[in-house]
């Protein structure tokens, strides 16, 4: 099963509102990432933060971790229409390993 | 524009057949990393090349190669090639070797459609 899983899976808000999208993953993790990706294009990346760390924040975006119950946070705030895409976590296979997990993805709609 | 360049955009082929896509990856980025996304599967990591040299493999089935050229653009090859292998496949590079220790960025994507 994959290592990172969003929840949930679709949210629909009106614009202004907050936003936030749950990530879980079962192993222990050197680094987690959210991407964000508008429908059928490239993934952006939006944030990392490391294990080490608890929260970071860029502009109106908030992530936070909680490593002791293997999971991340993504609070976008005052939501706007451009918000509109999929967003994914994706973490690393902790001890030693390089490979790139994502998860399902969160459909986030943002209506006028 | 993320300055990774992917090539062709679209393909259509059929089944059986054998194809090829290319990946340039930013300018000074090591890191070549190969993922498949369909509805299905979702977004599958297949392989990561580093400098040349393959780091790391996820769910890349063994019909599928890729190699890193000298010059760090990479191709990833598909053959035998089945209804369940159409998806977008996506390139990434990023300019160390360590997986999600850095930022990876993202090309715009091929689309494989095998009927």
């Known amino acids: 099963s994959q290592q990172g899983e969003e929840d949930p899976q679709a949210l629909s808000i009106q614009e202004g509102e907050n936003a936030t999208m749950n990530c879980s993953y079962k192993?222990?993790?050197?680094?987690l990432q959210w991407y964000r990706q508008n429908s059928g294009r490239g993934l952006v990346h939006l944030i990392l933060?490391?294990?080490?760390?608890r929260e970071k924040h860029s502009g109106r975006l908030r992530v936070t971790l909680d490593t002791s119950k293997k999971s991340s946070s993504l609070l976008i705030t005052a939501s706007r229409a451009a918000d509109t895409a999929s967003y994914f976590c994706a973490t690393d296979a902790g001890t030693g390993g390089f490979k790139t997990i994502f998860g399902a993805g969160t459909r986030l709609f943002v209506k006028a | 524009d993320s300055g990774v360049t992917q090539t062709p955009k679209h393909l259509i082929t059929a089944t059986g057949q054998r194809v090829t896509l290319r990946c340039s990856p930013r300018s000074g980025d090591l890191s070549v990393y190969w993922y498949q996304q369909s509805l299905d599967q979702g977004l599958q990591f297949l392989i990561q090349?580093?400098?040349?040299?393959?780091?790391a493999k996820g769910n890349i089935l063994e019909r599928f190669s890729a190699q890193q050229f000298p010059d760090l653009h990479s191709e990833l090859n598909l053959s035998s090639l089945e209804l369940g292998d159409s998806a977008l496949y996506f390139c990434a590079s990023s300019v160390g070797g360590g997986g999600l220790t850095d930022t990876q960025y993202f090309g715009p994507g091929t689309r494989l459609t095998v009927l």
């Open positions: 933060i490391r294990s080490n760390e």
């Open positions: 192993t222990s993790i050197n680094n």
């Open positions: 090349y580093y400098n040349g040299e393959e780091r």
